[in-house]
């Protein structure tokens, strides 16, 4: 058997039906913070914030690769601080053996010339990061955009006293082979010199695509939220406003169904 309502009491029936479904959507949204959640909610929305995440993630990873070129970058130029260190010291050793006529001596410093040579190699071999050694003439290519179109190559050099052209000491009792030395490590020093102001440049080329990108990120992670995250001062509202609607209706769906218990009496 078949049960029928009256009018009032289907109209306030579906009222909170539809007051239920209302609650539910604004519990949601004030659970997540999402207004949208689902391409069902907001297809057009969803899908560009979708597009914008992604590429906000893209360029996170570029950003992470940009931070490793940068600790490559000061790694080589570790080096290239260093070598100019033992250069000078080389320099120095070299000037001595001018202001001595002791063979002996002359000799020991060609010895200790040669030593820091060797040091020189040693560190120009030791001057990488994660597998990249701009010392030893390797090369990097930094990538910036998310699509890998904008990038920036980087070359290093050789840095080892070989690759900087130093000879090492031959008969240092002749004053003119010491002075040949010295012009050598005034080469190699100007060489450095040239080299780090490179380095220097990829440096701040690197760093301001960095910074870019780390605030590329933050506008399009705003844009996400722009386009997904509910107002909860507004759903807090609307949670309120619903609670009420739904205690009226209740009370009215209770009314109407007294309405109906009073044809009752009648019999």
């Excluded at 604004?26 to 057009?44: E, F, H, I, M, Y």
């Excluded at 992470?64 to 250069?87: F, P, R, S, V």
């Excluded at 009792?173 to 490179?198: C, P």
């Excluded at 301001?208 to 992670?221: G, W």
Aim: proline share 0%; glycine share 6%; hydrophobic share 40%.
């Amino acid at each position: 058997m078949s049960i029928t309502l009256t009018s009032g009491m289907r109209q306030n029936l579906f009222s909170l039906q539809q007051t239920s479904k209302l609650m539910e959507l604004t519990q949601s949204r004030l659970a997540t913070g999402k207004r949208v959640q689902t391409a069902l909610d907001d297809p057009v929305n969803f899908f560009s914030a979708e597009n914008h995440q992604q590429r906000a993630n893209d360029l996170a990873f570029r950003k992470d690769a940009m931070g490793e070129a940068i600790q490559t970058i000061k790694a080589g130029n570790n080096g290239i601080e260093a070598i100019t260190d033992l250069i000078a010291a080389a320099k120095a050793t070299a000037q001595s053996a001018l202001s001595t006529t002791d063979a002996s001596e002359q000799t020991s410093l060609a010895a200790q010339f040669d030593a820091l040579l060797g040091q020189i190699d040693d560190l120009a071999e030791d001057s990488g990061y994660k597998g990249i050694n701009f010392l030893a003439d390797q090369s990097l290519t930094v990538t910036f955009n998310a699509d890998g179109t904008n990038t920036l190559g980087m070359s290093g050099f050789d840095a080892s006293s070989s690759g900087l052209e130093i000879s090492a000491s031959s008969d240092w009792t002749d004053s003119a082979n010491v002075e040949a030395a010295i012009a050598d490590l005034d080469a190699a020093k100007a060489t450095l010199r040239t080299e780090a102001k490179e380095l220097s440049n990829s440096l701040s080329v690197i760093t301001t695509r960095q910074d870019f990108s780390e605030k590329m990120i933050n506008t399009l992670e705003d844009g996400v939220a722009n386009l997904t995250n509910a107002d909860m001062n507004e759903e807090g509202a609307n949670m309120l406003m619903l609670q009420t609607r739904q205690a009226l209706g209740t009370t009215s769906l209770s009314l109407a169904s007294q309405a109906a218990q009073s044809v009752l009496r009648l019999f």
